[in-house]
């Protein structure tokens, strides 16, 4: 069996301004079964609920049914990886100890074959981006998210719903960060890494950067997209046509 890692992010299950929620998390259901089939390593790049926060007793009871699905895919032997988005600051250590999930609450990396890999949520990492990442200190925080859990779950929980915000804009214009997302990248090829793939624009795209991929994973909203590496090569895919989504394309060129 080739050796195969899979990768999506934002999928912002529980949004409350999405009315297509259950559709959205069976359609993940089918993807990560297919790719426990096939034996894949499955790294999923954040965000995968609007909101998440981690009560000593208690978690968000919405989207119960992606839970059990990777936590049976866990106990089946299935390597599965979650990293930490904007949406998961508050992350705790239940999806690692109960659900069975290996959690990085910064960016990490593998190999895969002559390739590697180094995976990003991407929140933070433009270098204009200074006001969130001085919000992000604040956020994480533990003095204050002690405060936070303070509050009751039957209030917190809701209150950080409705107050989380996911773009909307799913158009096909250039994120106005993209040229940042792409230094930063450049940056972590200069380290070494031959493939950089991150999140978080919910803006599919594969390039080819100093000889060494750029992949940003898009999203589980309107874009369906994940990216497939098996043995060394690297696709950015769709769900569940399982076609190329982004042929890799030189920044500055026909895209």
């Not at 899979?6 to 790719?35: C, K, N, T, W």
């Not at 390739?115 to 006001?131: K, P, Q, R, Y």
Request: aromatic fraction near 12%.
């Amino acid at each position: 069996m080739p050796n195969k890692t899979v990768l999506f992010s934002d999928v912002h299950l529980g949004a409350p301004l999405l009315d297509d929620d259950e559709q959205r998390q069976e359609r993940l259901i089918s993807f990560l079964e297919h790719a426990a089939g096939q034996q894949a390593t499955i790294y999923i790049v954040g965000d995968l609920f609007e909101f998440w926060f981690e009560y000593k007793h208690a978690i968000p009871n919405h989207n119960f049914a992606i839970l059990a699905a990777l936590h049976k895919l866990a106990r089946e032997g299935v390597s599965i990886h979650y990293l930490a988005g904007n949406h998961d600051l508050w992350i705790g250590d239940f999806l690692e100890k109960q659900v069975g999930v290996t959690v990085h609450k910064n960016a990490t990396e593998f190999r895969s074959g002559e390739l590697n890999v180094f995976v990003t949520h991407g929140d933070g990492t433009a270098a204009s981006d200074s006001g969130y990442r001085f919000l992000k200190r604040i956020f994480t925080n533990p003095i204050n998210i002690a405060l936070y859990r303070l509050l009751h779950p039957d209030f917190g929980i809701p209150f950080a719903r409705r107050m989380s915000q996911v773009s909307r804009d799913q158009g096909d214009h250039k994120d106005p960060m993209a040229a940042e997302y792409r230094e930063y990248a450049r940056g972590q090829m200069q380290k070494g890494y031959s493939a950089v793939i991150m999140g978080h624009t919910h803006k599919p795209a594969h390039e080819l950067l100093d000889g060494g991929h750029f992949i940003n994973l898009g999203d589980w909203i309107s874009h369906f997209s994940y990216c497939e590496i098996i043995d060394g090569s690297i696709a950015l895919k769709k769900w569940p046509d399982q076609t190329i989504y982004r042929q890799p394309v030189v920044p500055g060129g026909d895209e």
